[in-house]
Every structure is written in structure tokens, then in C-alpha cells.
């Protein structure tokens, strides 16, 4: 049976031999909550290189929001100040 992590529960940090250590809580594909187990971090990023660690998905093709152009020139506009006629 191959197990793999299914989700993120929470995050801490411990202490070993003085390095501070950030650990996750980590729900398997085979289980549930009260099945889940701490884990630390670099295990986890070393034996799932493709398991999303961060909030969001980083991808590789760009923003789905505008394209990059590095070579557009940005205009800001400022509207004009009316001058007082009284």
C-alpha cells in the first residue's frame, strides 16, 4: 500500500538539539484526522518533491491574471486641478 500526504492540518515548530524545527501535521491518503502524524518539513519536501507545501500554487507558466511584459512602459495619469473661479 503506498501512502502519500492528502493535506496540510497545521504547522509548529520544535526544538532539537537547539535547532529550531518546523514540523507539519500531515493527513494521509489512507486515513483521517485522527490518523494524522507530525512530520518534519525537509522529510516531507524530500520524499514528495511534487506535495505543495505553501498556501499557494506556484506556477510555472505565469500569472493567470495578465500577461508579464517587461517591456511595457507604465503611464500613471493624475487629473488636473481645477483652478478657482470666484
Do not use: C, H
Request: no cysteine; aromatic share 12%; net charge positive.
Amino acid at each position: 500500500m503506498n501512502f502519500y500526504p492528502k493535506e496540510i492540518l497545521d504547522r509548529r515548530e520544535v526544538t532539537v538539539q537547539g535547532a529550531r524545527v518546523p514540523q507539519i501535521l500531515i493527513r494521509w491518503n489512507e486515513g483521517d484526522n485522527d490518523t494524522a502524524t507530525w512530520e518534519d518539513v525537509a522529510t516531507i519536501k524530500e520524499q514528495f518533491p511534487y506535495f505543495n507545501l505553501e498556501d499557494k500554487v506556484v506556477l510555472v507558466e505565469g500569472s493567470n491574471v495578465r500577461k508579464e511584459n517587461k517591456d511595457s512602459i507604465w503611464r500613471v495619469y493624475y487629473r488636473k486641478k481645477v483652478k478657482n473661479k470666484g
